[in-house]
């Protein structure tokens, strides 16, 4: 039964061979515990989210984060890695921002300097898409016609909880990447025994999120994403309030609206930027979505929450618009260290500490 879910996984992905795990989190802190050992590098984007900030600092490699979707940091300490093995993490879709990573140019990256790309695709329902490119057991990333590197090596990570809604977690990639995820990442694996009635279904999920109905949900979800931020490109809309209050408040005013919509404070996001994270689902209707607009109209009459002013420049960080007098600031505090992880603050007092 496992065995057929993990080829399932792996015919869903596209490449030779899956692994199974128990969680998403676990897939995190079983591949970069088996693959980032002592004497490698693990580069680690700025804004990953938390199961792959706590596999990175568990691992035993050394850790280097670099800018937010910084092509040009990374490639600076791939340069400076020497002879290590180096290993680039990333979310494809950010849990906090719902912005996109750069996968063509991270590819072309990690292709040139020889070093893994390690790829989470827990929050990618509306894309990156990854194509299949020549050789066996690799993804080509960024569209049907994009120039990327044959030699590149891939490992997919993620989840069958959120989009499929069911449990365990996965890594996906060629075989000669499995021996190592599988071997030595063995104290979080999924037991042959557990799950199997849940497994029974997951076999099915992959084959469904391919079919019509699952092209028809992703249609569902974009269109309703459209309509709060048109071009968006993923479910995961933040409304950025800035004040820790502020947030709350707004978020306790949707509540009583019958609207669910969390509050994000620090240390999850830096000071300055707690926000109302909006998470829409195909499930959701175009009246709800109606609903959520006006209720944030009337939480903000004399601002745009979202980026949707002709200024704003979307190809660049949601919260840097082209005209400066549009942008969100996050004010600079000398206790937050931006250039650092984004849990490791230099007063350690803003410190997350993981038991």
């Not at 128990?22 to 050992?37: F, H, I």
């Not at 900030?53 to 910084?70: F, Q």
């Not at 400076?80 to 590819?107: C, H, I, K, N, W």
């Not at 959120?162 to 030595?184: C, D, E, I, M, N």
Request: a positive charge; charged letters at 20%.
């Amino acid at each position: 039964m496992h065995g057929e879910l993990e080829a399932e996984l792996a015919a869903w992905k596209q490449t030779e061979r899956a692994v199974l795990f128990p969680t998403g989190y676990a897939a995190n802190l079983g591949v970069l515990a088996a693959l980032g050992g002592p004497g490698t590098l693990i580069c680690s984007d700025e804004l990953n989210h938390a199961p792959l900030i706590d596999g990175a600092r568990l691992a035993r490699g050394e850790v280097a984060v670099y800018g937010h979707l910084d092509l040009d940091h990374l490639s600076s300490l791939l340069d400076a890695r020497g002879d290590r093995l180096a290993l680039v993490v990333t979310d494809a879709v950010f849990s906090m921002d719902g912005d996109m990573a750069p996968v063509e140019g991270l590819s072309e990256a990690c292709a040139r300097h020889g070093a893994l790309l390690i790829l989470d695709e827990a929050h990618s329902v509306l894309g990156p898409e990854l194509p299949v490119a020549a050789g066996a057991g690799r993804t080509r990333a960024g569209g049907p016609d994009a120039d990327v590197p044959d030699d590149l090596q891939l490992l997919r990570l993620g989840t069958l909880s959120k989009t499929l809604g069911s449990l365990g977690g996965f890594v996906a990639g060629a075989v000669a990447l499995h021996g190592p995820a599988r071997q030595q990442g063995a104290p979080v694996h999924l037991h042959d025994g557990s799950h199997s009635g849940r497994l029974c279904r997951c076999a099915r999920s992959p084959r469904r999120a391919a079919l019509r109905r699952g092209r028809r949900a992703r249609r569902q979800a974009r269109a309703l994403v459209d309509r709060l931020v048109p071009g968006h490109p993923s479910p995961i809309v933040p409304v950025v309030c800035g004040d820790e209050a502020r947030a709350l408040d707004a978020a306790a005013a949707l509540l009583d609206r019958g609207m669910l919509v969390p509050a994000i404070r620090p240390p999850t996001v830096p000071p300055g930027t707690s926000r109302l994270r909006v998470t829409v689902s195909a499930a959701h209707t175009d009246a709800q979505i109606g609903a959520l607009v006006s209720a944030l109209e009337d939480l903000f009459p004399t601002s745009s929450c979202f980026p949707t002013h002709p200024r704003w420049d979307r190809t660049a960080h949601p919260y840097r618009a082209s005209d400066p007098s549009q942008r969100l600031r996050a004010p600079t505090r000398p206790r937050w260290d931006r250039t650092a992880h984004p849990y490791r603050a230099s007063d350690p007092s803003w410190r997350v500490i993981v038991r």
